[in-house]
C-alpha cells in the first residue's frame, strides 16, 4: 500500500468507496467491510481503511447502508421501454418468480433516457430495494451510478442488455445466432439483397446481430454491403427510412429488423407503395410479439423468450441476495432464440 502523504486529497466530488479501493490497491468489498469492522480483514487493512477513509473525507451511503442492513422484500426493476411485448413479457416473468418468493417488484421506466436511469436508480435505492434488475437504456454510456450500487454491496443483475465493465451477473438473448438463423431463411427463400435494419451499434446486442448478419451473407457468398444496413430500431423510424429505400432502383428483396415493431413499419410502407409481401419483399422481425400475429400476412420473427429470461434473471438475483459472499464470480445466462416462420417471408 501506498503512504497517504503520496496523495492528493483535493476531492470536487463525493468520495465513494471505489476512490479509497483504488488508492489502496484493494477490491471495494474489502473497503466496505473494513468500513464495518468485518473479522476476515486484517486488523492492519482495517486501520488502513478507516485512516484514509478520515483524510478524504468519506461519508458512507446512508440509504444504501440501510437497504444493506434491513430487507424489505422489494426489487427493483429498471425497463427501458414498456410498450415492447418483449419487455412487458420480461416484467411478467420477473414478477412470477418474486411473488412466489413473497417479494414485491417496484418497476420504473428509464424511457431509453440516461438522466431517467440515473434518477431511477436513486428512487429505488430511497424506496430500500434488496437488489436491482437492470436492462440500461441506449444513450446509457458511462455505468457509475450502477458501479456505485455495486460498491455498496447491492446486487445488481443486468437482463437484455450486456455489460462487460461491471462485475455484475448478465442474463442476455443469443442475439447472434437468432440474426443469423432469420438471415439464413431468408437468404434460403432467394433473397440476396437483405437490409437489416439495426440497433445502436454500441450496445453489445447491436455488435453480436450485425455479426450475425454478416455471417450468414458469408454463407451463401454474399459481400458485405454497409449501404444496407441502417439505424433504425424503432416503428416511426422505420416508416420513415423504408420510404427512401424501398423506393430506390435496387431495392432490397429482403429486410430484417431488430424488432417486431420496426418490421411491422416497413411492411406499411411496403403495402402503401404496392409491393407485395412476401412475393416481392420477404420481412423478418425479432421478438414475436402478439403485433407478429395481427398483420396480414403474419410476420416471422425471431423468439426472444422474454418471460424466460424474466425468471432466469430473477432467480439469480434472488440467490445473490440470499448469499452474503461478495467476491463471487459473476455468471452470465443467455436464453436461446427461435425463428418462427410465419407468411411474410
Known amino acids: 500500500m501506498q503512504k497517504f502523504s503520496d496523495y492528493n486529497y483535493t476531492m470536487k466530488r463525493q468520495v465513494t468507496i471505489k476512490d479509497i479501493a483504488e488508492k489502496l490497491g484493494i477490491s471495494p468489498s474489502t473497503v466496505s467491510r473494513s468500513l464495518k469492522d468485518h473479522p476476515d480483514i486484517s486488523e492492519k487493512t482495517r486501520n488502513a481503511v478507516k485512516e484514509l477513509a478520515k483524510l478524504l473525507g468519506y461519508k458512507p451511503n446512508l440509504i444504501a447502508l440501510n437497504l444493506k442492513n434491513s430487507r424489505t422484500n422489494t426489487i427493483g426493476l429498471i425497463v427501458p ?20 418468493h413473497n417479494y414485491n417488484v417496484l418497476v420504473v421506466q428509464s424511457n431509453e433516457s440516461y438522466m431517467r436511469e440515473v434518477l431511477n436508480s436513486q428512487t429505488l435505492l430511497s424506496n430500500r430495494v434488496d437488489g436491482m434488475l437492470v436492462s440500461f437504456s441506449k444513450e446509457t454510456k458511462d455505468f457509475s451510478h450502477f458501479q456505485q450500487i455495486i460498491d455498496n454491496e447491492i446486487p445488481i443483475v443486468f437482463y437484455d442488455r450486456a455489460i462487460t465493465n461491471l462485475k455484475a451477473d448478465m442474463v442476455v438473448v443469443d442475439d447472434y445466432t ?40 458469408e454463407k451463401y457468398g454474399i459481400i458485405y454491403d454497409k449501404n444496407l444496413v441502417y ?9 420513415k427510412i423504408s420510404n427512401s429505400v424501398l423506393k430506390k432502383v435496387d431495392k432490397p428483396d429482403g429486410v430484417f429488423a ?88
Open 81 to 100: 421501454e414498456i410498450e415492447h411485448h418483449f419487455f412487458s413479457k420480461i416484467i411478467s416473468g420477473i414478477e412470477d418468480v418474486a411473488y412466489e
Open 231 to 239: 439505424s433504425c430500431d424503432s416503428y416511426e423510424s422505420a416508416i
Open 258 to 345: 431488430v424488432n417486431d415493431l420496426t418490421a411491422l413499419g416497413v411492411m406499411k410502407v411496403a403495402k402503401k407503395l404496392g409491393l407485395s409481401v412476401p412475393e416481392e419483399l420477404k420481412i423478418v422481425g425479432f421478438e414475436n410479439s402478439r403485433n407478429s400475429v395481427l398483420t396480414e400476412p403474419e410476420l416471422s420473427s425471431v423468439d426472444q423468450f422474454g418471460y424466460t429470461l424474466g425468471k432466469k434473471a430473477a432467480s439469480i438475483l434472488l440467490e445473490r441476495m440470499k448469499d452474503d459472499t461478495v467476491n463471487y464470480e459473476p455468471v452470465k445466462h443467455v436464453i436461446k432464440t427461435k425463428l418462427i416462420v410465419r407468411g411474410s417471408s
Open 178 to 217: 437468432g440474426a443469423y438463423d432469420a438471415v439464413n431463411h431468408l437468404l434460403s427463400k432467394g433473397c440476396r439483397r437483405v437490409a437489416f435494419y439495426s440497433a445502436p451499434q454500441h450496445l453489445i446486442l447491436g455488435k453480436d446481430r450485425l455479426q450475425g448478419y454478416i455471417d450468414a451473407l
